[in-house]
């Protein structure tokens, strides 16, 4: 079992910036890939961004490639997304997600730990 909480959404404008947070506890985070996904009212769970379990190979949703960033700090037990350039299109609840496996992927359905999810708002 893994427990997963986010931090650091918010209201921020467009172009503007900011950092998202997952802090993991239970299972060893370090075995586990990690997701970042994002959900608005009404569509399905987007994937957004994933992280292998080494922290040494990274997967980008075309939307957000050369904005957004995903890092791992595995003495932390802690995985980030990083935002930079943000359009109102970001606007979403986005989650963080753990995969048993140590590699990367982009589909929601091979993730079985979710946090509780961070509202990000972009503000035209």
């Known amino acids: 079992q893994v427990q997963l909480v986010e931090s650091g959404g918010g209201l921020v404008q467009s172009g503007g910036s900011l950092r998202l947070s997952c802090v993991a506890s239970g299972r060893t985070f370090g075995s586990n890939a990690m997701g970042w996904l994002r959900q608005c009212p009404g569509k399905e769970r987007d994937f957004v961004a994933t992280i292998s379990w080494s922290g040494g190979y990274t997967v980008y949703a075309d939307s957000v490639k050369g904005r957004f960033t995903i890092s791992r700090d595995s003495a932390k037990n802690t995985v980030y997304l990083h935002m930079d350039s943000l359009k109102p299109e970001d606007t979403a609840v986005y989650y963080c997600?753990?995969?048993?496996?140590?590699?990367?992927?982009?589909?929601?359905?091979?993730?079985?730990?979710w946090g509780q999810g961070t509202q990000v708002t972009v503000s035209s």
């Open positions: 997600a753990a995969r048993p496996r140590r590699y990367t992927s982009t589909d929601y359905g091979d993730y079985a730990y």
